[in-house]
């Protein structure tokens, strides 16, 4: 059965620190996808990346980056030069190719910039 | 664009009370899914459909819970009898051609209180 399991259920940080979620995985299909959304105060669920499981290389998208290993079946998000808006929860989910069309979340890790 | 709609935003009812709530997801996504979180449980699927054709409801709580979509641009969740256990944040979500080649957009959801 696949599972999420972000351990990090809260991480505080000052503004400008970088600081890495971590997000391990578990499927027995070959082929999945994961995902990150950013969840702020307000409540919604803001989609940030997706990536399939055939696609290892990582992705830079401004001060945001991933880095997909599958070896240790992870996908852990790292925020560079972290600001104040970046607080918020971060879920990592996954959804297995072979099954119904679910979209497995993780507990999600609660980041706290502090000014 | 406009993204997921849902209404309402918040609700407060008294335990037995039937809530319907109420879903316009993004026009020509031909999935549809809706998603409960919980402090407990964190983020689970409840239902999705496809082409307004329900596929798996096996995330539906109990027979108090249904789901229909009439049609292509309206989905409602309906609870009833209401029991306090059932407040939670119930989101939306839409997606143009499932997780397999895309990702799922959410709404705002709707915050629910069973008093």
């Known amino acids: 059965a696949q599972k999420v399991t972000q351990a990090q259920t809260e991480i505080s940080v000052v503004e400008k620190e970088d600081v890495t979620l971590d997000c391990v995985y578990e499927?027995?299909?070959?082929?999945?996808?994961l995902f990150w959304y950013k969840q702020p105060p307000s409540g919604e669920l803001v989609f940030l990346i997706r990536?399939?499981?055939?696609?290892?290389q990582n992705e830079i998208s401004g001060r945001y980056s991933w880095n997909f290993q599958k070896s240790t079946s992870s996908f852990n998000f790292t925020i560079t030069a972290s600001q104040v808006v970046d607080s918020a929860v971060y879920f990592c989910?996954?959804?297995?190719?072979?099954?119904?069309?679910?979209?497995?979340f993780g507990k999600g890790t609660k980041l706290t910039v502090n000014p | 664009d406009a993204g997921v709609i849902q209404s309402p935003r918040h609700e407060v009812t008294e335990m037995g009370q039937e809530v319907t709530l109420r879903c316009k997801p993004i026009?020509?996504?031909?999935?549809l899914f809706w998603y409960r979180q919980t402090m407990m449980r964190g983020l689970e699927l409840l239902i999705y459909?496809?082409?307004?054709?329900?596929?798996?409801d096996s995330g539906m709580p109990e027979d108090r819970f249904s789901a229909k979509m009439p049609n292509a641009s309206f989905s409602t969740l309906k609870i009833q009898p209401s029991e306090p256990r059932d407040s939670a944040v119930y989101f939306c979500?839409?997606?143009?051609?499932?997780?397999?080649?895309?990702?799922?957009?959410f709404g705002e959801g709707s915050w629910l209180t069973v008093v």
């Open positions: 979500a839409s997606s143009p051609t499932g997780l397999a080649g895309n990702t799922i957009y």
């Open positions: 499927t027995r299909d070959t082929t999945y996808y």
């Open positions: 990536r399939n499981s055939f696609d290892e």
């Open positions: 989910a996954l959804s297995e190719q072979g099954g119904s069309e679910k979209l497995v």
């Open positions: 026009s020509g996504h031909d999935y």
């Open positions: 459909f496809n082409n307004n054709v329900p596929i798996d």
